[in-house]
């Protein structure tokens, strides 16, 4: 049964090449390697998105994406034979044309190695190759051959294990993390949710062989969850308007280039801020009187702390209040810097 499945699945390879499939899920993960890690994810495509398929390996197919990108959203390198790299730290939305309002075709990470095809304006459309879960797809036009579920179950079932699991002892209604730490696990053949540091306490809350579904309470940083599109950041949005109007743009997203003076921490008094948060101390530009404060996350704060005092930088960020209530100036959270 093994070497049928091998034959059907090698005898079908030639067939995929060149063809195209189309994403049929909400979402699928673009991985650089045909197994499922949480360090392999390269990128999130969207259902819809179209890829061009060069090969086919077991039932991972090895697929092209491309379309367009905000270009400030990437870095020049030469890595591995790239020419570009993803370099948001939020990562950054991929799309079907070079249009803000064009339909999202994959949400890129942040690292992600690109290959460069033209440049139009203050977009770039790229290409790269990798890895997407034929299942997940649904051919465009030609065909793509599918593998019989039947026989698929039944090569599953009789795959060979890479390590067979020990088998699970009782578990308690806690356990604690030991060791080098742990992923944490959408679904026991899911992808990779968050990483578990040694110590961290969980409630177990079920158990399916030698896993257990846990619950893990913690705190996140709310800006570094919001969208990081910074193809809608508004240039024209002045700190002036911003002021004039603080409850009209709490949560607009802009892109302001500012004098930078020093990074503060905040004292108790600054009730827009969290005590000892840090922020940019920096002077709005263009002749417009004034200071702007930008709150800066941990990921962004050694990049935010190398900057030199009177440098111009550019930083989008998305408007946390209007007229702080100290001061009355404009405090951004921090998204990119440039």
């Known amino acids: 049964m093994s070497l049928l499945v091998f034959g059907l699945i090698a005898g079908s390879a030639g067939h995929v090449i060149g063809q195209s499939v189309r994403v049929s899920v909400p979402e699928e993960n673009f991985r650089k390697e045909p197994r499922v890690t949480g360090s392999n994810r390269l990128a999130t495509v969207?259902?819809?998105?179209?890829?061009?398929?060069e090969s086919r390996q077991g039932r991972?197919?090895?697929?092209?994406?491309?379309?367009?990108?905000?270009?400030?959203?990437?870095?020049?390198?030469?890595?591995?034979?790239?020419?570009?790299?993803?370099?948001?730290?939020?990562?950054e939305n991929l799309r079907e044309?070079?249009?803000?309002?064009?339909?999202?075709?994959?949400?890129?990470?942040?690292?992600?190695?690109?290959?460069?095809?033209?440049?139009?304006?203050?977009?770039?459309?790229?290409?790269r190759s990798?890895?997407?879960?034929?299942?997940?797809?649904?051919?465009?036009?030609?065909?793509?051959?599918?593998v019989p579920a039947s026989v698929v179950a039944r090569s599953a079932e009789s795959a060979p294990q890479d390590e067979a699991p020990?088998?699970?002892?009782?578990?308690?209604?806690?356990i604690l993390v030991s060791g080098e730490g742990v992923q944490l696990h959408v679904s026991p053949?899911?992808?990779t949710l968050a990483s578990l540091r040694p110590e961290a306490d969980l409630e177990v809350l079920a158990r399916q062989g030698s896993w257990a579904r846990v619950r893990v309470e913690g705190w996140v940083w709310v800006p570094s969850t919001l969208p990081a599109d910074s193809a809608l950041a508004s240039a024209e949005l002045t700190p002036a308007d911003v002021m004039a109007n603080p409850d009209?743009?709490?949560?607009?997203?802009?892109?302001?280039?500012?004098?930078?003076?020093?990074v503060e921490r905040a004292e108790p008094a600054r009730a827009d801020f969290y005590e000892g948060e840090p922020f940019i101390l920096a002077r709005a530009a263009d002749g417009e009187q004034g200071f702007v404060y930008v709150a800066v996350p941990p990921e962004l704060l050694v990049e935010a702390e190398g900057l030199r005092p009177l440098k111009m930088i550019e930083v989008v960020?998305?408007?946390?209040?209007?007229?702080?209530?100290?001061?009355?100036?404009?405090?951004?959270?921090?998204?990119a810097l440039n």
């Open 166 to 174: 020990p088998r699970p002892a009782e578990l308690p209604d806690r």
């Open 317 to 335: 960020g998305r408007v946390r209040t209007g007229r702080s209530a100290l001061m009355g100036v404009p405090v951004l959270d921090l998204i």
């Open 248 to 262: 009209q743009y709490r949560g607009r997203q802009v892109r302001w280039r500012l004098q930078f003076v020093s």
């Open 130 to 146: 990798a890895w997407v879960w034929s299942e997940s797809t649904v051919e465009v036009e030609g065909g793509v051959p599918e």
């Open 60 to 91: 991972w197919l090895r697929a092209t994406l491309e379309g367009w990108i905000w270009s400030p959203s990437l870095s020049d390198t030469d890595r591995d034979g790239f020419d570009l790299i993803v370099s948001n730290p939020g990562g």
């Open 97 to 127: 044309t070079p249009q803000a309002e064009s339909r999202r075709v994959a949400r890129l990470l942040r690292g992600m190695l690109l290959d460069r095809v033209e440049r139009q304006g203050n977009w770039t459309r790229i290409r």
């Open 46 to 53: 969207f259902e819809g998105a179209v890829l061009g398929v």
């Open 189 to 191: 053949s899911g992808d």
